[in-house]
């Protein structure tokens, strides 16, 4: 079950978007507001898998509003504007509905963060049953061929618009037809972590943090403000 949260300032979109989504068997409308302030409030102390925000709101839009919570579910957004989708999609949203919308379109966007969604537990419950070993490692496609690749030797992987190129220990790199997210969700979560909106780092090969900058070896790899609050709770250090 995806538990849901829905943000705003329409009570009318609010009670259809929660008349759809009742029509859907394995979402629950966990929350809904009208403020997005009372939202922000609420999010930043409950936990939530997916987020249906809308993006013109008074006082705070919806790329606002993305950019200062410290919790990172996924995100569809439903709005009369299309102008934001362009940031929206900078900011990892799933997917970006024009009101109004029918059902058929919101069950697709669902559908999407359903697949995601199992996708990520799916890759957590493995990481969590089998201790991360030296022999552990994916398979990618690449220059026509299929590739293995030692999780070891991952250094940090960089989305580049329609691939990612996967950078490794040994100075090499390799190129494939993949979206960031796709490759996120089938990496294990205690050893990878999403720093920016491009960039996935290997927690392990870390050498130190400055200046809004992990370097690792001779790379520089940038920590988005958006990713920082989960970064360091991750990372844990010492004061």
């Given at each position: 079950?995806?538990?849901?949260?829905?943000?705003?300032?329409?009570?009318?979109?609010?009670?259809?978007?929660?008349?759809?989504?009742?029509?859907?068997?394995?979402?629950?409308?966990?929350?809904?507001?009208?403020?997005?302030?009372?939202?922000?409030?609420?999010?930043?102390?409950?936990?939530?898998?997916?987020?249906?925000?809308?993006?013109?709101?008074?006082?705070?839009?919806?790329?606002?509003?993305?950019?200062?919570?410290?919790?990172?579910?996924?995100?569809?957004?439903?709005?009369?504007?299309?102008?934001?989708?362009?940031?929206?999609?900078?900011?990892?949203?799933?997917?970006?509905?024009?009101?109004?919308?029918?059902?058929?379109?919101?069950?697709?966007?669902v559908n999407k963060a359903w697949e995601y969604y199992h996708l990520r537990q799916s890759a957590q419950e493995k990481t969590e049953t089998n201790t991360?070993?030296?022999?552990?490692?994916?398979?990618?496609?690449?220059?026509?061929?299929?590739?293995?690749?030692?999780?070891?030797?991952?250094?940090?992987?960089?989305?580049?618009?329609?691939?990612v190129k996967i950078h490794l220990g040994n100075g090499k790199t390799i190129v494939t037809l993949l979206g960031l997210k796709q490759l996120e969700a089938?990496?294990?979560?205690?050893?990878?972590?999403?720093?920016?909106?491009?960039?996935?780092?290997s927690l392990s090969k870390i050498d130190c943090i400055e200046r809004g900058r992990i370097r690792i070896g001779s790379h520089e790899v940038p920590l988005?403000?958006?990713?920082?609050?989960?970064?360091?709770?991750?990372?844990?250090?010492?004061?």
């Amino acid at each position: 079950m995806i538990e849901c949260v829905a943000v705003d300032d329409e009570p009318l979109a609010i009670e259809l978007l929660s008349e759809h989504l009742s029509r859907i068997p394995y979402v629950h409308l966990k929350a809904s507001f009208n403020s997005p302030f009372e939202a922000m409030l609420w999010m930043n102390n409950n936990p939530a898998d997916l987020l249906f925000i809308d993006m013109e709101m008074p006082g705070l839009n919806g790329i606002q509003f993305l950019k200062s919570i410290k919790s990172h579910p996924m995100v569809i957004v439903t709005s009369a504007y299309n102008q934001y989708a362009i940031d929206g999609f900078q900011l990892d949203v799933l997917d970006y509905l024009l009101k109004p919308y029918a059902f058929e379109r919101l069950l697709k966007a669902v559908n999407k963060a359903w697949e995601y969604y199992h996708l990520r537990q799916s890759a957590q419950e493995k990481t969590e049953t089998n201790t991360l070993n030296d022999d552990a490692a994916l398979f990618v496609k690449s220059d026509y061929k299929t590739v293995k690749i030692f999780l070891r030797d991952i250094l940090f992987i960089e989305g580049l618009k329609d691939y990612v190129k996967i950078h490794l220990g040994n100075g090499k790199t390799i190129v494939t037809l993949l979206g960031l997210k796709q490759l996120e969700a089938n990496l294990p979560i205690q050893q990878f972590l999403r720093v920016h909106r491009s960039y996935i780092v290997s927690l392990s090969k870390i050498d130190c943090i400055e200046r809004g900058r992990i370097r690792i070896g001779s790379h520089e790899v940038p920590l988005s403000d958006s990713f920082k609050d989960a970064f360091f709770s991750r990372i844990k250090p010492i004061n």
